[in-house]
């Protein structure tokens, strides 16, 4: 299997987690008032040419006990929802997932509907099985975990 190129250095810039960040809250903004008509497929990166669905995911701050949503690509494994921490390969997990870890209890968003969740961490074997499914659906995850020196969790959004 060939290597993936190395981590564009400009990904290490103080201001990429800054605009993930507003990019982030624009879009959840869109999703929301258009109940996903908007918002509601990635388009960007491998998702340019396979446009990857794209839901809305609330958590609150494990300090500071704040609401947040931030919008994931996503895919389905029978009722379960599957996203990945991915962060664009960034040497950190992100905020939503160290805050589901500290508490799994939340709600999604797929276009209109909303439902309650309970978060898990895939184990390795579901990870195993789920991995080449997220390729499929968004080949840059791949690309991802190659440049990250952490293992990029798989998370499990079951119905609660």
């Given at each position: ?23 982030a ?8 008032r ?20 794209t ?10 006990g ?23 390969g960034?040497?950190?997990h992100?905020?939503?997932y ?28 579901e ?22 020196e ?11």
């Amino acid at each position: 299997m060939p290597t993936p190129p190395a981590r564009p250095a400009q990904l290490d810039s103080p201001l990429v987690p800054k605009v993930f960040k507003y990019m982030a809250k624009a879009q959840t903004w869109v999703y929301r008032r258009t109940r996903g008509r908007v918002g509601g497929k990635w388009r960007l990166g491998a998702g340019f040419r396979k446009p990857v669905p794209t839901l809305l995911l609330d958590h609150r701050g494990r300090k500071s006990g704040k609401a947040f949503t931030v919008p994931l690509l996503y895919i389905t494994d029978g009722a379960d929802v599957i996203v990945v921490a991915s962060q664009g390969g960034l040497p950190k997990h992100p905020q939503w997932y160290l805050n589901l870890v500290a508490q799994p209890d939340t709600q999604l968003q797929i276009r209109a509907e909303r439902r309650p969740v309970r978060a898990a961490t895939a184990t390795a074997e579901e990870r195993a099985r789920l991995w080449p499914r997220l390729i499929a659906a968004y080949a840059d995850f791949d690309k991802y975990q190659g440049w990250a020196e952490r293992e990029i969790p798989v998370v499990i959004l079951r119905p609660a």
